[in-house]
Every structure is written in C-alpha cells, then in structure tokens.
C-alpha cells in the first residue's frame, strides 16, 4: 500500500456504529462526518469563510467537472484546489464515474474507460481511471477516488456483476498512478443491490489494501429496504480499521442508519440545492419558506440554530428575499442548512456515545419520514 | 422646520468642494459619501457584514419597491428596514419617483399624485407625496425623500417646467405628514437640463427649509456638459448648511466632479450591477473578468486593493466562477467594486484636503474616459 499521511483513528464503537477522527494535511475532524457538495469548487453561493463557521471541515468537490471547466491545470496552477477555492479545511474529490453515468446513452464505457461527450459543448471526452487519478492529483484533494463504473437503477444482475468487475479492474491501475503521500486513493465497492456482488467488490478492493473506502452506485433509486440492507452488508466486508464512505448519501434518517452501520464519511447535495429551492431543514420539520404563512414571521428559521442566519434574520426577511428573487435567500438558507446538517452529525455522534441512537431515529423519522424529492 | 436627529457638519471647504460628517441614529459617516443600492432591503447577493467591510456606512432602498413587495408593513412589523434586512448602518430610502417615471406610459400623473400599475403583478397602485412620506415612516430609513415628479431626458421646456413646479408642491404636502425626529425628509430639485428652472426649484425647496437637499432627474441622458452644468448651477441656490445629494450618480468621473462642484452624498448601481455582469473596477481601468486572459492569471483583481475578495482570491477563480454560472462571481465582485468606490470616495476626501483634485481628475480620467453603460 501507499504510504499517506491520511491518519483514521476509531475511539469507540457500540455495535457496528463508531466514532473517530480522520486527519489530513488541512486539520481534523470528527467521524462519522458530512461532507457539504462544492462541485465546481464552490459549495455554491456561500464564502469558504461562511461554511466554515458552519462547522464543516472538508469539502467535497468532482473531478469531472474540474477536468472540463476550468480544466485541471489551471486549479493545479492555482496551488491546488485548497487554495484555488481560499478554503482552509479539508477537501475530497469524486472522480467522475457518477457523473458519467449521469450523461446516459451517450457513453460508452469499455474496458479502457469512458467516452463521453462533455455536457458544457458537447466536446469529446475520454475518461479512464489512470486520466481520473492524474486528473485529481493535480487538482490536489485530500482524499481522491477511484474512478468506477457506476450503473444506474433498476439494472440486470449480469449488467451490475460486469460493471463491479471492471470497476475493481480499475482500482487496480488507479493504484499503480504514483499519487502524492498528501493524498489518499480510495477505492469504491459497486455491485448495485445484490450482496453478493457487494461482497465480492468489497474483499477484492480491501486485498489492494486502500486507505479508505466508498460505496458507491447507492441512492440512485432502489428502494429504501435494499438501500439500508445493502449498507449494512457492505460494511461488514470492509476493513476495521479505513474509514468507509458513503457516497451522495443522504437524507436526515438515512445519515443515522448509515452510521449506526458503521458508515464514517457522507456527502449530498440536499442541504444546498434545497436551500436554493426555498426549502429549510430544522429538527421541527422542513420548512418551504416561500410559504405565505411565513410573510409576517418575525422568528429565526429555527430558534435552537446558531448558525448565522438564525441569528440576524427572520424567516419573514428569508421569505421577502426568495419571493423578490434575491440570490441573498439561497447563501442564508444554505448557511442555516448546512449547519443543520452538521449539528444533525452532532447529535447522532453524541447518540452513538450515549447510547441514545433509538431516540434520535425516532425524532428525525417523526419530521422527516420520507426521503425529500 | 422639523426637528431632526441628522446632523451635518461641514469641517473643511476648498472652492466648492467640501468635506464633512453626516450623524444619524445609526452611526456617523464621512461626506462626501457613496452609498450603495440595496433596492429591495439587500445589497444583492452580499451579507450586510461584508458591506460593512467594504467601508460603506450607509445604504439606501427603494420605498416604491418595498412598498410593493413585500410591503412597508411588513416591514415596519420587523422593527424598520434596519432590523429586517439586519444592517447595523445608517439608510436611506429614495419615494419611488424615479421608478414611476421609468415606468413609462402606463403612468397617469395629476396633481394629486401618480397612478400606475405594479411591476409584479399588474396591479392598480396610487402613489402621492403623502403616501410616499407615510411608507417612508414605515420603513423607517434614517434619510427619507419627497415624492418627485422625475421628466426623461429629452422633454420640452414646459413639461420641464410643470414636473418641477409640481414637485415643490408635492415637496410642501410632504412636508406635512409628521415623520419622527430620527428620519430626515430631504427634498428634491427638478427642472431638467435648464439652469433657471433649477434655481426656481432649489430657492422655493429652501424655503421650505429641509435638513437637506437631493437634486434629482439627471443621469438620465442628458449630454455630460449639460450634466456638469446644472449639477454646479444648482448647488450655488441650496443651503451651505445642510448636505447635498446626487441622485443616482454615479461613474467614477461623476463623483469626483459632483464633488468637487460641493455634493456631499452619492448613489448608483454601477459597482453592484457592473459585478453581478462580470465586471471589476480598479484603479488601472475596468476589468471583463469573463476575458480568457484571465484564467491562468492567479493575482488578485487588483495588487493594492484590501477588500476580502482581494485577499483570498485570484483573477481566475474569478473568472471560472463566473464562466461557470455561479452566483458566488457576483458576490466576490460585488464586495471588490464596493470596496472600489469607498476607496475612490477617500481619495476624493483626501484630494480635496491636500489639494490634489486635478492629479486624481486626470488619473481617473484616464482610465475611465467616458461613462459605463
């Protein structure tokens, strides 16, 4: 294995559920850990500065889209993406094979890699997993992925087991790309919702011995039961002692039954894309803020919230900025937002350590029973 | 005269020019002044504690906007305009006689007062100098404006004429309504491009003796000299002792003239909607940060500038921002534009101090010779 300077520590565990620390060049933090969506190196309409004080540590941004805009020389140029985006704490980049899939029956996908045509000016793309991991050692995260065949939902059994293969197949040449000792490769367990293939991705990655690893090709559609049963399984096949990335995931509830499987590491998009939707998380319930009800609400969007939009405006001030269009509603509803999410993290850190998992589950079901959009 | 708590106080004069302090409830600020526009209670796309930072101390909204959405009792139910868009600085709130008139031909304006149909909505909506002053009260800005009858630029003499006379009128009945010592209504000079209605105007607003004196209808077509002219034509009939405001005024050439002519207060759009198209100022000229040359240039926007955007980011994560779509451009290049104007705004003071007027005229001149849009 590579040598790097990703340090994971777990402190404590009660069941599969555990916490920890992860380390990087950039600082520390707790697991198990959300990671706010900065796609195009920007968590968007919110200064770096702001999200910190969300209380987020590392961000998550996407190869794909850097490699074709602004291109990955140019954030390399830069200093890397840390200092290209002016944010202190630290970064991960995925590596594109989510979003590849999402461009459709316009790929093709062979034992090489991806081609595809760019979705900014339909250009020609060639993607391959050494491509990613160059691609991502130039932009300069802290944690990088391996590029993987993602295959979307409902799919064949055949289709997911040649998918999975060839995504081992290529974490093996993602391994062989020399990688700096600041950055940590992590490999992706695929197999869609079979368990079994699941297994199979999950030891065979674990022998190339990676310092972290992912489930991917989850949340793309299957039905909750498979989600959480695949999950769970997964984890079972990982290594104790790496910290384990679930990816795009998730909604409130499945934040908590992912990390009472034993998840460490999340990442999604609802709390921004919801903000800039209107829509605001609180542990009372969403909120569509452009309701009319709120015109005349002269409260904070939650009043336990500390965040910087809690404290200065009022739901009525949000509710005027959205209705006006003012793109000053979408960085105060997704500041509020993303500090939910991480006071969410918070709480079921804590739930972990005192036993009260139960509760907070039952909490959060009661306002979020189903998954938001 | 009513009493006020706004007070102006001229400390140092050299020609016309002046330099001064303008105290309201709400903080005190250097004269001359930039203030910039936050229409619909949001400087947009920036938090009120970045305009602070950009040294801008005052700002001024829209009574016709607000008045409209989301309504000035909503408004006044938040606690006035400073609490419910969360600015620790002074406001000011211009009637809406500007916006009425861009409303063109569907306005009907009497004696009595302008009616119009609503932007938003289509909807019928009555405007008079009364109304205006008691949604003002409502808004609560430190500065509140009379009710004008603002002409396009060009009009006949008579129309001219008529608009300004009727806008001393509409200036007396304003006058009546009762306004709380901690808002100044300022009263407003019409009379287009003619020298001799302005002094009409300005001599018969003076008698009515407000705390101060905007001159309003230019920059609105009319040909620079014309501009210029009637600008230092006016300032001689307005009173020495109360401060004077340019309405909507202006490109960096403007607010050195205005200046230098003895206005003390400024507004414009210019540095908040040149940023959100993509566009800098700087004191080497203005930047298209949307140029190709930009994505590989890693220096700030400008070398001396200390503004946060300045700090932490480069011309090109700038640039990709914005080739990107994302909203976070507007915001960096709002606060570096600010910054930009309050910075020319103090060499302006410190020009008129030192006596250097004409060496910043013509560096100005230089690398802003004609307006911008």
Chains 1, 2 share one sequence.
Not at 214 to 232: H, T
């Amino acid at each position: 294995m590579a040598q790097t300077d990703l340090v994971f520590s777990c402190n404590y565990q009660r069941g599969k559920a555990r916490l920890g620390t992860i380390r990087t060049v950039h600082g520390e933090f707790e697991t198990p850990v959300f990671m706010p969506v900065g796609t195009q190196a920007t968590v968007k309409s919110v200064l770096p500065e702001d999200v910190l004080k969300t209380g987020s540590k590392i961000i998550l941004s996407n190869a794909y889209h850097l490699y074709l805009r602004p291109g990955t020389e140019t954030v390399k140029a830069a200093g890397g993406l840390h200092r290209f985006m002016n944010w202190k704490g630290s970064t991960l980049t995925d590596s594109g094979g989510f979003q590849v899939m999402s461009l459709g029956s316009t790929v093709k996908v062979t034992d090489e890699g991806a081609s595809f045509r760019s979705h900014i000016d339909g250009s020609e793309v060639f993607f391959s997993p050494e491509i990613s991991v160059r691609a991502q050692v130039d932009i300069g995260a802290d944690i990088i992925m391996c590029f993987d065949q993602c295959v979307p939902y409902p799919v064949s059994k055949e289709v997911a087991r040649k998918a999975m293969v060839r995504t081992t197949l290529w974490a093996e040449r993602a391994k062989s790309v020399p990688v700096p000792r600041s950055q940590a490769l992590f490999g992706i367990v695929q197999g869609s919702v079979w368990t079994d293939l699941r297994k199979e991705s999950a030891l065979s990655l674990s022998r190339l011995d990676f310092p972290g690893y992912a489930i991917g090709g989850l949340a793309v559609g299957e039905p909750k039961k498979d989600f959480y049963e695949i999950v769970r399984s997964t984890v079972g096949y990982l290594p104790e002692d790496k910290p384990r990335y679930l990816m795009g995931v998730g909604h409130p509830l499945d934040l908590i039954e992912g990390s009472l499987s034993g998840v460490d590491m999340f990442d999604c998009v609802l709390p921004t894309r919801n903000a800039r939707h209107g829509r605001a998380f609180t542990f009372e319930g969403g909120l569509n803020i452009r309701n009319r009800k709120f015109a005349g609400d002269y409260g904070p969007l939650e009043e336990s919230c500390d965040c910087v939009t809690c404290k200065g405006f009022t739901r009525a001030y949000l509710r005027h900025l959205l209705v006006a269009g003012e793109t000053l509603a979408s960085t105060l509803l997704t500041i509020h937002n993303l500090r939910f999410f991480q006071r969410l993290m918070e709480r079921i850190r804590e739930s972990i350590l005192e036993g009260t998992e139960e509760r907070l589950r039952e909490s959060i079901l009661e306002v979020y029973p189903f998954r938001e959009e």
